[in-house]
């Protein structure tokens, strides 16, 4: 596994313009690191799963016309257990909060998370309404998002790109590791109740914190 | 189909004991309903269904409304005996009554093999606290019962005689009818850039000093 730096001007380890050369006279050079994460980045397997009109514009993104098999996540599965990637697609409403989180909590790592459009980034046009999550990064730690309502499937293509691109970036090692990779990080989300109310806790503390308003003359 | 007082009439000869009130429309639509005392809403919805002329086969929306409690002002003129041999003096007097709120059921019927309504059923709850109680017509019509359920859940009516009265829409632990008017939600109000009417109010109220010149965007 080599993390080691790819400056240009080391004399050590090849610059990637030096690889890309090799590669054009069939000379292959790679790290465990670039491999694993190139093969990962593109089997990124996605959880069957839609919650609002943003899921139309997902399974259209699947289908033949914008073909999400391009990109090699066509294998939408049925099961948590199997899959790498959540696509929060659509509002998600209160009670559906404790079950979205669930179902995140029952993937197995390394796992994405991708909040579509603009109720699941922050409630959207019912973020002031008492039934709806003012955002799924309150539970799930989430690594792009895509917005719109809806984003047009080329949109969700796009997101997905920029999670590859993301996978691709990640080191094995060292304190930038995922967290399949380290030991220190709880991959758990807290799964929120169903109070008399709202949702108890409205939101997980270690993952959101309500904004504060900073003012520069009072500062 | 036949005009809504010439129903009316015909249900106040065929059901003695039940009170049929016609209740106005005073919009381009002009719906006029049928207030059915909810004694007899059962009968009177069988009968709808069943009749010849009518054959209201379906019933395709369920609603409810929530009047809450009003004042009423109101004047009134007293005579009282004014100086001796002239005319009595005439005072007029505002008092204020509390007019008791209720919360209403909206039932809107079509008949599928004759190819009208709709007809207009209503039905009104003692109150808005302990006598919220009306029969369900989910056992007339079958297409009744998400629907009440969603009244149910929403606006607290209980329905008699439904199969399966559970909430629809809000989770089972869930306490409160969200629909209804005095209804207060749970005061999680967030940041947002551009507010206005009542979200502007819970801005000032949950950040005094975003309305005054200066402030910028939030910070995580």
Redesign the interface.
């Known amino acids: 596994m080599s993390d080691a730096p790819t400056d240009a001007s080391s004399p050590g380890p090849l610059s990637a313009e030096e690889r890309d050369e090799l590669r054009r006279h069939g000379i292959l050079l790679t790290s465990v690191q670039e491999l694993y994460n190139w093969g990962r980045s593109h089997s990124v397997w996605p959880l069957n799963f839609g919650l609002a009109c943003c899921a139309i514009e997902m399974i259209a993104a699947s289908m033949a016309k914008f073909d999400i098999a391009r990109f090699g996540s066509e294998v939408f599965r049925p099961s948590p257990r199997q899959a790498d990637l959540i696509i929060v697609s659509g509002t998600v409403t209160k009670k559906m909060a404790p079950h979205v989180v669930r179902l995140w909590n029952q993937m197995p790592e390394p796992k994405y998370c991708i909040a579509m459009g603009a109720c699941a980034i922050s409630g959207g046009p019912f973020k002031q309404g008492y039934n709806v999550l003012k955002g799924i990064d309150r539970f799930i730690p989430v690594d792009i998002y895509i917005p719109g309502c809806p984003p047009r499937p080329e949109a969700l293509l796009h997101g997905l790109v920029q999670l590859q691109e993301k996978i691709r970036q990640q080191p094995l090692r060292g304190p930038d590791a995922p967290r399949h990779l380290r030991s220190d990080l709880a991959c758990d989300a807290t799964v929120p109740e169903l109070g008399a109310e709202d949702i108890e806790p409205p939101f997980s503390p270690e993952l959101w914190k309500p904004p504060t308003l900073v003012r520069p003359d009072k500062a | 189909m036949e005009s809504p007082e010439a129903l009316r009439d015909r249900l106040l000869a065929r059901f003695p004991g039940v009170s049929v009130e016609l209740v106005p429309n005073g919009s381009p639509s002009g719906q006029v309903s049928l207030r059915i005392s909810p004694a007899g809403l059962r009968e009177v919805a069988r009968f709808l269904r069943d009749d010849a002329a009518l054959a209201l086969d379906q019933c395709s929306n369920v609603t409810g409304l929530d009047s809450p409690d009003r004042e009423v002002v109101e004047t009134v003129k007293e005579s009282q005996p004014g100086a001796p041999g002239g005319p009595p003096v005439v005072i007029e007097r505002k008092q204020t009554r509390i007019e008791p709120g209720h919360l209403e059921v909206v039932y809107h019927l079509y008949s599928v093999a004759r190819r009208h309504g709709p007809v207009i059923l209503r039905a009104r709850t003692g109150n808005r606290t302990d006598a919220v109680t009306l029969p369900s017509l989910t056992p007339v019509w079958r297409s009744c019962e998400f629907q009440e359920r969603e009244v149910f859940d929403l606006y607290g009516v209980v329905f008699e005689g439904h199969p399966d009265l559970r909430r629809i829409?809000?989770?089972?632990?869930?306490?409160?009818h969200?629909m209804r008017k005095d209804?207060v939600?749970?005061d999680?109000?967030?940041?947002?850039p551009t507010p206005h009417g009542?979200?502007l109010a819970?801005a000032r109220r949950h950040?005094p000093?975003?309305a005054?010149p200066?402030?910028?965007?939030?910070?995580?």
């Not at chain 2, 999680?188 to 947002?192: A, G, L, Q, V």
């Open positions: 829409l809000m989770w089972d632990a869930f306490a409160g969200p209804y939600e749970p999680d109000y967030e940041w947002e009542e979200v819970k950040y000093s975003a005054a200066g402030a910028v965007q939030p910070s995580p």
